[in-house]
């Protein structure tokens, strides 16, 4: 499994931007940033530059939109643009079914930003009738995101999904409109790709995002591995709980990666960092990390549990917050 960091909230001047695709693919790279989701406003016309852009920088531009309505923003990956205006409070599935149709896959955007009349639309309205039909959410939305008052409740409602069984990815969205020396640090998605060789692709991405292998995080990469049985699992997989005894007794490294660009090191603090292994029943464990780089292994009873998934505590800027975590192991 190849990691690598992406940004898939940005805006260019084809919606609300100030900076073209090429200033911020420039400044993306700088930042060691592997790829981007173009997200305009209610445009795609931003991606005529696609190919020029990464040819130059060496970052991957993946194809994305921002239905932006009065009822909600939801984010469109890997389709061209996909008609969104004749979509009312109560029948969102029917934009989002021509997503799908069309191999694409769609989140919903800072699901509890503020709304009207700070900015239209932007909280959440959308009656959403089936959850399974959702890919992904905003869990982390800005920068500087553990920090944000808005993300609480939605890291919230992504857990009561989670809980009620439903498999929706969390991610991270900067909304990239602009960039200056001041900005805070952003937190950054890291895909767990297949594909090893080769800049990453939009199947790439969007298979990534769909099945759950993610990271979201504000510097260093955790990355877990499980054996349960005859089976070994990782981020995103769905483990048949069944078939591992009668215990369902599960062993589990979780490794943690210290950012690998200089720009990822901001205003963190090494000392006094736990992971935290995290269920639908409540936190499982905690777990000291000794070293900026670690290897933690813990065994753990999986009978009866729906997903776990990882979380690395510690300060940041001065204050006790979330510094990264992994997308659920789910449990058959």
């Known amino acids: 499994m190849k990691w690598l960091p992406f940004e898939l909230h940005t805006h260019t001047p084809h919606s609300d931007g100030t900076h073209t695709l090429l200033e911020m693919c420039t400044k993306a790279r700088e930042l060691g ?52 205006r004749d979509l009312g409070p109560t029948d969102i599935h029917k934009g989002i079914d021509r997503v799908h149709r069309q191999g694409g896959i769609v989140g ?19 009656a959403v009738q089936d959850w ?3 890919d992904y959410m905003e869990v982390w939305h800005e920068t500087l995101p553990p920090m944000r008052n808005h993300n609480a409740p939605a890291f919230d409602m992504w857990t009561r999904l989670l809980n009620e069984g439903y498999r929706i990815s969390g991610t991270a969205g900067r909304d990239w409109h602009r960039s200056s020396d001041e900005d ?11 594909r090893e060789a080769g800049l990453p692709g939009t199947e790439d991405v969007v298979d990534a995002i769909r099945s759950g292998r993610i990271c979201v995080s504000m ?31 599960c062993e589990l490294t979780v490794r943690v990666t210290p ?21 639908d029943a409540g936190e499982m464990l905690r777990l000291p990390v000794k070293e900026e780089a670690d290897e933690i292994r813990c065994s753990f009873g999986a009978k009866g549990l729906k997903w776990m998934r990882i979380r690395l505590s510690g300060m940041l800027n001065g204050a006790l917050a979330t510094i990264a975590f992994t997308n659920p192991v789910y449990f058959k």
Do not use: K
Request: with cysteine; glycine share 14%.
């Open 108 to 126: 919903i955007a800072h699901p509890f930003s503020l709304g009207s009349p700070i900015c239209t639309g932007c909280h959440w309205e959308y």
């Open 33 to 84: 940033l592997s790829g981007i989701a173009l997200t305009d406003h209610n445009t795609t016309s931003g991606m005529a530059d696609a190919a020029a852009v990464t040819a130059e920088t060496g970052v991957a531009v993946i194809p994305g939109l921002e239905w932006t309505t009065f009822y909600g923003h939801m984010l469109t990956l890997g389709v061209p643009y996909s008609e969104w």
């Open 132 to 134: 399974s039909r959702i």
């Open 184 to 194: 805070d640090p952003p937190a950054f998605t890291f895909l767990g790709l297949v």
């Open 219 to 249: 510097g260093p990469l955790l990355e877990l591995q499980m054996t349960c049985g005859e089976g070994s699992y990782g981020i995103g997989d769905v483990v048949d709980a069944e078939n591992a005894g009668a215990d369902a007794s």
């Open 259 to 279: 950012a690998a660009h200089p720009g990822r090191r901001l205003g963190t603090d090494e000392q006094g960092r736990v992971i935290i292994v995290e269920t």
